[in-house]
């Protein structure tokens, strides 16, 4: 029986119920002060949001099916390989990850695919393990939790604007598959540290405001390094309506046009060029049609896809939002369905 087109959801997180162990770093930033084991910590394999991320088949599609979820593609939760500092380590949990997810999603693909989890230590290796992940796993791209964590204390941070990574960034265009920017929490080690702003501040951490924070500094980074210059088809997403930067365009291109600005800096166009030619922003956890609203006149509305971010936000709720989203019935159906569909090549008819 042909599926019932609805919605298609593009940042879904999903865990290996035998692989809990890099989550353990940051189980305690969930929920400050509760009193319940987090994932990674403690019974881990039994907290109901442990249990609602390794599922897939049972009550994750009952409500897809319930609610006019269509497709989603499901990526390993934050930090995933990100918060691994030993890079051998690391590469193994991308691995590992990644021959699992495809698995997983091999058992339903009408409904289900996977972005590949990637460990950045090395951008040849990433690139390596992405076109294993695409060509062989039949992944849709690359799902990267912000910056790379180094060093015996947790405290380094590698970002991928830098040459060692072109390497990456040539086979991500190659390959023709985008890469997912997603936000994470900072690492034991960082937080501990006196420089740590958010070290006396812990209520600031999570997607409320430290996630935007730290993700859009690396996605301004990563746009005005001259990458899409020199690799102008690679595309990247960012979650939550784009972290706060499509609200920021006017003032980041008006300081970054003035000449003695432009002189010295490393890309050749603005902020605005590459966020209608490279960036697409996903609704994920971002549930206001005034704010997409706002993406679609500075972005347009090809750069605009919905997506829920479940199990940290409700299928019921993302849907039951998207019911009220009052967009011409042509970009609705976009945003919806088209653009994922276009851009991450998915096997779905338009």
Not at 4 to 28: C, H, Q, R, W, Y
Not at 225 to 246: C, K, M, T
Request: net charge negative.
């Amino acid at each position: 029986m042909a599926i019932p087109k609805g919605t298609i959801a593009v940042e879904e997180a999903v865990v290996n119920p035998n692989d809990l162990d890099f989550l353990a770093d940051v189980a305690s930033m969930y929920a400050p002060g509760a009193t319940s084991p987090a994932p990674g910590t403690g019974d881990s394999a039994h907290h109901a949001l442990a249990q609602k991320l390794a599922d897939i088949h049972d009550e994750r599609l009952r409500k897809m099916n319930a609610e006019g979820v269509e497709y989603m593609l499901l990526s390993v939760t934050a930090p995933g390989c990100q918060g691994v500092v030993d890079p051998v380590r690391a590469q193994a949990l991308a691995t590992k990850s990644n021959d699992w997810l495809a698995s997983e999603v091999g058992r339903n693909p009408a409904r289900f695919g996977g972005l590949a989890a990637l460990s950045m230590h090395s951008g040849a290796e990433a690139a390596a393990e992405l076109r294993r992940a695409v060509k062989e796993l039949g992944m849709f791209g690359a799902l990267l939790n912000n910056y790379q964590c180094t060093g015996a204390d947790g405290r380094g941070k590698t970002f991928f604007d830098t040459p060692e990574y072109h390497v990456f960034w040539e086979t991500v265009q190659q390959l023709g598959v985008p890469v997912y920017m997603h936000p994470s929490y900072p690492t034991r080690g960082d937080l501990a540290s006196p420089e740590s702003q958010y070290g006396p501040r812990k209520h600031l951490l999570g997607a409320a405001v430290q996630f935007h924070l730290d993700l859009s500094f690396h996605l301004y980074a990563l746009i005005s390094s001259g990458i899409f210059d020199r690799y102008p088809r690679v595309q990247v997403v960012a979650g939550h309506l784009g972290e706060g930067i499509p609200f920021n365009l006017w003032r980041a291109n008006h300081w970054y046009n003035k000449p003695v600005k432009r002189e010295a800096r490393p890309s050749v166009e603005d902020y605005g060029y590459y966020f209608k030619h490279n960036i697409s922003v996903t609704t994920s956890g971002f549930y206001s049609t005034q704010g997409l609203k706002f993406c679609v006149n500075e972005i347009g509305v090809d750069r605009c896809i919905f997506s829920i971010d479940y199990p940290y936000d409700k299928i019921e709720e993302a849907q039951d939002w998207w019911k009220t989203v009052d967009l011409p019935e042509k970009e609705k159906v976009a945003v919806a369905r088209e653009n994922a569909i276009r851009l991450f090549k998915l096997p779905l008819e338009i």
